[in-house]
């Protein structure tokens, strides 16, 4: 196992790796480790499927930040999720990647939301990349 990776100043070790603060994942880049990989790939077709993957995750680490139902409750509903939505997934026992696919979380942490806070859509990226005039 390889010691701790430094993000921004800031030493993370594997264990607190999966879930960092979500904002500050997506301020500070660190979200895409291996975009020199994919600007290079002709490939598009799994490029799409990784942007999903990673929105999905980033609503999974908000999730897992509001751990209180309670605070869940109100972080959904001033993001815009009427209340009955909001208790439903406030109360639910479910984990939290699987709450970060129902309706009511994609609705609050829809993709112009995380645009907003600055993450950065891969898919964009790479048409950025191989479609430049």
Not at 101 to 106: E, F, H, L, M, R
Request: contains cysteine.
């Amino acid at each position: 196992m390889s010691g701790p990776i430094q993000i921004q100043g800031t030493q993370v070790d594997q264990s607190s790796l999966g879930c960092l603060n979500a904002t500050s994942v997506t301020q500070t880049g660190a979200i895409y480790p291996g975009l020199g990989y994919f600007r290079l790939s002709e490939y598009y077709r799994p490029i799409p499927l990784l942007d999903q993957w990673i929105r999905r995750r980033i609503r999974c680490c908000f999730l897992k930040q509001w751990r209180k139902p309670k605070t869940r409750f109100k972080n959904l509903v001033r993001l815009g999720v009427d209340n009955v939505n909001a208790a439903k997934i406030a109360a639910s026992s479910k984990g939290y990647y699987r709450l970060s696919k129902t309706y009511a979380v994609q609705q609050a942490l829809n993709n112009s939301y995380l645009a907003k806070i600055g993450l950065v859509s891969l898919k964009d990226l790479w048409i950025r990349f191989h479609h430049h005039r």
